[in-house]
């Protein structure tokens, strides 16, 4: 037989196998001992089952003598060995379930562990890795890998090392017993052996592509699932179907591969296994037609281990499969958890209090690529209470800007100061905590309005939600749901756009935050809504610093600031008045909005 060719593919599939196993079970180590102590049962419990065939050999014998020589039949010996193995057999059962209660356990543990752990990643994590990852692959992560970890833990690792400890004690009390029915029955399963040894060496990557191909088709649900009204306007039906076709085909031919080489090894085993039985009944009557009857007793014995040598060699080749399945779904999650954090700043122990609002932008140059610079040198200086509005075209860095601002991304160069303070000097909660922020595409989770108000805010009282509300004109709408403002926000509750955003900017002004962004607050609505917004913005916006970004310019025209932005640079600064009358790139930018 030639010596099998292992491709430079396979051998990386086999590293990445190793590697992967190696991190998921330095993950476990917190839980050996009671990995330890699950493999002490299974240990114990294979003790008990390798006895029982030595014990069925000798009441064989027993009756055969007795049959052979017309001898009285010793019931009292026979019955005391039928109970012994009553009771270890029993003893094996509740030992090998304390096993299957401990592993579950454990691997049950490990699984909320990791999605704790997952959970404290994501917010450790750079907002950049979210804008270049998919949300539903990202998602896959958190579900689908977990489960197929815990999963494949709690299928594989009590049952391998009981499989092992069985297939050795198996092996040493055959040839205890009778050596010779012993090379037979080892000779009848090497073979089965082999070819499952050579199964899983090509299989690998498969269970790989498994997990990557069920992590597109999430990500492609999801997308196509949140712009789901598009895709219809669009008539994009048919093409996001032939999308879906495509990746779910992938899926279905690595998954189909990966179960095909999971499910062909327990009849390959139970082949080798009646395999193993054939030829222990031939070897087993030529011995037996030269040693005499009582030979027949070692034939019942041997017949119960070939049961028990092929079982576990089957069940290690499942508990091999099922961990190729971790290893692919452990891959991914430590990717994860692996990647790139946010910088510690626990040394930093600056809190800013009592802020004023001044904010100055110091010659700030960024790009979220290094070789593409997106603002250029930008400074600006904004005074306390100032209203500062953001324009200009698509791309200008307008929304840049804000992020920077809140330090969602670091600046290349350059400094932003708060206060006189650079944020470089505050935590990032701190940061965030002197903004509140408006975005144009509204965030409700799925609550009841008061919860959803009180956001993050456990103190706030129940007046203060109802008057924050009435300032925004929105508490009459509330008082005509069925439930108030216990009324649960789900599929089932209808919120327009408008209804969405005032309930935002309520929730804005309960946080009570010094400084404030608005990035686009009323492009979702109509001319009559944007109105009522434009109310309640400024309500919210009272004495507080403010950063406006808008494209409707009427509705920034009472900013006491205008920051004109074309490629990353500003190029006009004025008040809506002075910016007219320059009669320069703002002016064309209005003039634009209003022509006949």
């Known amino acids: ?151 494949s833990l709690n299928e594989s690792v009590g049952t391998l090392f009981s499989s092992i400890l069985l297939f050795v004690g198996v092996l040493i009390m055959m040839f205890v017993t009778e050596w ?57 039906k048919q093409q996001t179907g032939k999308e879906f076709d495509s990746i779910n085909k992938k899926l279905f031919n690595s998954g189909w591969k990966s179960q095909f080489i999971s499910g062909v090894m327990q009849p390959l085993m139970g082949f080798v296994g009646n395999f193993g039985y054939v030829a222990v009944c031939i070897v087993g009557a030529v011995l037996a037609s030269k040693r005499g009857i009582e030979y027949i007793g070692v034939i019942s014995a041997f017949m119960i281990y070939v049961r028990l040598f092929s079982n576990p060699l089957a069940q290690i080749a499942q508990c091999l499969t099922r961990l190729q399945s971790a290893s692919a779904a452990s891959k991914r999650v430590f990717e994860y958890l692996e990647a790139e954090e946010l910088p510690d700043e626990s040394d930093k122990t600056l809190v800013l209090g009592n802020v004023k609002g001044d904010v100055d932008f110091q010659n700030v140059v960024f790009g979220y690529n290094p070789n593409k610079i997106i603002i250029k040198d930008f400074s600006a200086s904004i005074k306390a209470g100032q209203k500062v509005a953001i324009v200009g075209p698509t791309g200008a860095g307008k929304t840049t800007l804000v992020n920077l601002l809140m330090r969602f991304y670091e600046v290349n160069s350059g400094d932003i100061k708060i206060d006189g303070v650079s944020v470089k000097d505050i935590k990032r909660e701190n940061v965030h905590a002197l903004f509140g922020m408006v975005l144009q595409d509204t965030w409700l989770f799925e609550g009841t309005i008061k919860e959803n108000l009180k956001y993050n805010n456990p103190a706030v009282t129940d007046q203060q939600v109802v008057d924050a509300c009435k300032k925004v004109g929105i508490d009459h709408f509330i008082q005509t749901l069925s439930h108030g ?112």
């Not at 917190?30 to 390798?50: M, P, R, T």
């Open 180 to 236: 010779i029915m012993a090379l037979t029955v080892i000779a009848t399963t090497i073979l089965g052996f082999g070819f499952s040894v050579v199964f899983m060496a090509k299989s690998q990557k498969y269970f790989n592509q498994n997990q990557k191909h069920l992590a597109e088709v999430n990500a492609h649900i999801e997308e196509t699932y949140s712009g789901h009204n598009v895709v219809q306007l669009f008539n994009a």
């Open 1 to 151: 037989m030639p010596p099998i060719k292992i491709s430079a593919t396979e051998k990386t599939e086999k590293g990445t196998f190793k590697k992967s196993m190696a991190k998921l079970i330095r993950y476990c180590k917190h839980e050996w001992l009671w990995f330890a102590l699950s493999i002490l049962l299974g240990a114990v419990a294979v003790v008990f089952q390798i006895i029982g065939p030595n014990k069925i050999q000798d009441i064989t014998t027993k009756i055969s003598v007795a049959i052979k020589f017309g001898l009285p039949m010793d019931i009292d010996g026979i019955t005391q060995i039928a109970l012994f193995l009553v009771g270890i057999y029993a003893a094996s059962v509740l030992l090998s379930y304390m096993q299957n209660f401990i592993t579950a356990t454990v691997t049950q543990r490990v699984s909320k562990n990791l999605r704790l752990d997952i959970s404290k990643k994501t917010n450790r994590l750079p907002l950049n890795y979210f804008d270049t990852h998919l949300h539903g692959d990202v998602l896959s992560r958190v579900t689908n890998d977990v489960d197929t970890i815990g999963q």
């Open 485 to 596: 403002y216990d009324t649960v926000i789900d599929d089932a509750c209808n919120l327009s756009a408008g209804q969405k955003q005032l309930l935002t900017i309520a929730r804005t002004m309960i946080a009570d935050n010094p400084m404030m962004i608005l990035d686009e607050a009323t492009s979702s609505v109509d001319t009559r809504t944007e109105v009522l917004l434009q109310q309640a913005m400024d309500k919210v916006m009272e004495g507080r610093t403010s950063f406006i970004i808008a494209h409707r310019l009427s509705t920034i025209k009472n900013a006491d600031l205008i920051l004109v932005l074309k490629d990353g640079d500003i190029v006009e600064k004025g008040n809506h008045q002075e910016l007219l009358e320059k009669g320069g790139f703002y002016a064309d930018l209005y003039n634009s909005q209003f022509e006949e």
